[in-house]
């Protein structure tokens, strides 16, 4: 189940929020004021904010306005002034909803389920364009390619080779499924191509990190398999 942040420092709206939020299933997480509210919203294990807009030491704008500059986590922010520039400021911080305080919690639950199925879409989408492997981060839609945040600079061939090994990682690939899906079945070069681009990559990942990620397989082709230790 989702882990819910409750950033309020009124302690009997915070502890009514907890209850609820607990009853429906969720893990709750409570912060009473701004500061501690912003160290914990952008903890991966967060899945929604709850964020009161009046906080003691940072505000709620300020709060959202920070989150936003590292983590696109969904906020529902509340706040006791019925006032449309206090609501558009907000979701132009980057709120993904709004509620103005006395509340139904049923409308509150139903907007945590809109704002965390929306979530799950975008998780599973960005899923099909990134791909992550030990360290090892490929963009698709960026077209980059990074191991734990470093970023590595490839070439479209590079980038095209790379994408297909992490593609069918654990599955050992032929010289001439490589060369037909990269290259094309159309290529009419020199098959050692691949043993040359190979090379390249192992360079510039493998051996420059000191790890094993493509592995020859002798007499068959290559293998993308993560291993924390470089064996070669």
Sequence with gaps: MATILIVEDEEKIARFLQLELKHEGYDVVVANDGRKGYEVSVKPEIDLVVLDLMLPQLSGIEVCRRVRQVSDVPIIMLTAKDDVTDKVMGLDTGADDYMTKPFAIEELLARIRVALSRKNK?????????????????????????????????????????????????????????????????????????????????????????????????GVGYLFKHEKEKDI
């Design 122 to 218: 975008q998780d599973v989408k960005s899923s099909s364009e990134q791909m992550k492997i030990g360290g090892l981060v490929l963009d698709k839609c960026k077209y980059e390619v990074a191991f734990n945040n470093d970023a590595i600079v490839l070439t479209k061939k590079e980038f095209e080779l790379l994408d297909y090994l992490m593609t069918n990682q654990d599955i050992v690939l032929t010289r001439e499924q490589i060369l037909n899906k990269v290259w094309g079945y159309d290529y009419l070069g020199d098959t050692n191509i691949i043993d040359v681009y190979i090379r390249y990559l192992r360079s510039k990942i493998d051996q420059k990190y000191q790890v094993h990620f493509i592995h020859t397989v002798r």
